[in-house]
């Protein structure tokens, strides 16, 4: 009998002993999650507060580029319309009555052109652009303006202009990496023929611009941290869980293909 109480006296031992591993080995998996669970969300935290500082500067970039467009506007359109106008008005013989319809009549196309263009600037500076009418047409009024310079032979499949569904924070950003691109596109390729190809296929909008200019070395560029911001693109790209691909040579120009989950 000593020997059998003997053997249930090991395994009582054995059997607490496994116990308390198990529960030291559960407490300290408890510890381990709540660490990183921590961690998890202070680098949850710090990702929240990395996105706002980066859509707030990509909103005062925006309304920079807005201010530069509204102040192109005012010079080339809006000035010459109104300048026009006043020529015009300018020109009219009270005696000459046979053409004091037709001065007229140009003064006011003149007059309502010129308010349209207003109308349009108002809506820009307000950001009515983004808000009411979409991505796709924001994309729109981007390439119109460039189209505006008359410098390229323009090719545009833009397939968002009718989509329903918007994603205010993400067309912010997408608004922002389109001007960053045509900005580098003016500054650096020197080409005179732009492709623009914008659609959606899947929850995921893809936008491929290509050029036919003088490309550059895309690792070269990285590396410099200057000059055509690539840095800013791509960081902006991965902040949406993007993805970009660009390929680039001196001799065929350069293909910008991204693809962004949406909304």
Known sequence: MSSQNSSLFIAFILITLIFFIVALGLIFLVVIYNQRRKKHLIEKQM???QFESELLKTQIEVQEQTMQTIASDLHDNIGQLLSLTALTLNSIN????????????????????????LRGLAKLMHGELIVQTGLGNVIKHELDRLKKLGNYELKVKNELINIEIHSQNKDLIILRLLQEII??????????????????????????????????DIEN??????????NSIFKRVALINGEILITSSPTSGTLIAIDIPYP
């Open 94 to 117: 009270l005696n000459e009555p046979q053409r004091l319809e037709k001065k007229v009549a140009e003064s006011l196309n003149l007059v309502n052109s010129s308010i349209k263009e």
């Open 47 to 49: 990702m929240k507060h």
């Open 221 to 230: 560029v990285k590396m410099k941290k200057s000059g055509m911001g690539l």
């Open 183 to 216: 900005n580098n596109i003016i500054k650096h390729s020197k080409a005179t023929r732009l492709e623009f190809n914008i659609y959606m296929i899947s929850e995921k909008i893809f936008l491929k611009i290509q050029d036919n200019g003088v490309g550059f």
